[in-house]
DNA sequence: TAATAGGTAATTGTATCCAAAATTCACCGC
DNA sequence: GCGGTGAATTTTGGATACAATTACCTATTA
């Protein structure tokens, strides 16, 4: 993202867009809900006029579709959707992975092994919050000895997207120590210099993601809304 | 003022971005280009309100940054990132193309070979701006017996950043023959099932248009570079 | 003479207001 | 009783007016 770091000044629909975001990414508005923005701007007390830039900057992300005087609703993915985005994940955290190894340094090693760990208290405290936070963190420190912003920007719109599905996937995720050994694996085979090795886990480590999240968004699918 | 055209069913922030893209594209608007809403405003006819959604619009895009309470400016990528645009563009049009390849039928074919025959028509015309435009038919109609609408709807937000050097490149380009002859290559290997040596093909063929590229951007900038 | 501070002008951001489009409901006709 | 058309309400889209922030210019002081 974008370094501004003087949030302070902030405009509105910088933040109005920020928490709406975290509403959709957090499951509070539902896929397929209807948008109205004088609602939202009462909402958060202001005019229609930054809600409807949020929103829009919203749609250009992907999290709501608009139509042209219809309104706009929470986009709903189908299987088939949800599994391309990790497929696109896959193709591109690879091909940044397999760019990173061969720069990283022992720094590099270190950040990702401080990540780990924190991850791994956050395991033990089933903190699954900040478990979301720390994998994405873990995640981008990867390919941190690369530059590529423009790949890393495409990425992050990708990751918006996956992480609707991640976050459902986490509260409800029994299983988690296949993902933190994947994850130790994953550094270990980096830091041997294994740069194969280390990509082909990265893409089986996805794509073990990608199943297990489509198994359990069909399942709450098929019995919860009948949409 | 301005002759309205086809308002009709398009709404203003719409047909506003569309024809900013295009001036930015055939580079009416440079690189760095400071852009004031007003202005624009006056220019088109309308208030400033549509302008900025307009202007939010390719900013999503990339086409346009935009800085707080600081106005905005037309993108300009180093040469990195131009190598980078292409290396994205290699990354998910290969992966679109192993995809296709399998689930292409005669009637694919049968489109791939009429766009290319329309480009060879466009060669010895030397009509460039229709060869570019046939181009990414052409490049469109490989990956059509695939979905992925998502991967595709991404894979256009790239190509809009790379068409704003392959039209300069175009207009310059000496050798087409290269590129008329992979074209057909391309096609040949799909029709004959060699998947891998097709991907390898287009891989090359992006590869090529981008090293050509970077050295006319690269030539362009040393010279002129005061803009 | 140069640097800093203050003021002014320009430009962006937000709010309120008005118009246009769409959906829904009711009434009329068949 | 059912379907279609019209009007009214709701909601979005656009314009104008106003506030806030920023940058530039000038003047004053060291």
Known sequence: MVGKRALSRQSLPEIIANDLRERILSGEMAEGEAIRQEALAEEYDVSRMPVREALKRLNAEGLI?????????????????????????I???????RRAIPLMTPAHFAECDAILEQMEESYDRDDVARWGILNHEYHSALYSSVGRSLTKELLDRINVQSE?????????????????QEHRQLLDCA???????ACA????????????LLQMVAAKRATGDGA
Do not use: C
Not at 191 to 197: D, L, S, W, Y
């Open 164 to 180: 609707r599905y991640v976050r459902m996937h986490l509260s409800v995720m029994k299983q988690r120590e296949p993902a933190k």
């Open 191 to 197: 830091r041997a210099g294994q740069t194969e090795e």
């Open 65 to 89: 579709q608009w139509a042209n005087n219809r309104g706009g609703s929470v986009t709903k993915h189908s299987l088939d959707e949800i599994g391309e985005i990790f497929d696109l994940r």
């Open 91 to 97: 193709l591109i955290e690879v091909d940044l992975f």
């Open 201 to 212: 886990l990265l893409s089986a480590h996805i794509e073990r993601t990608k199943d297990q």
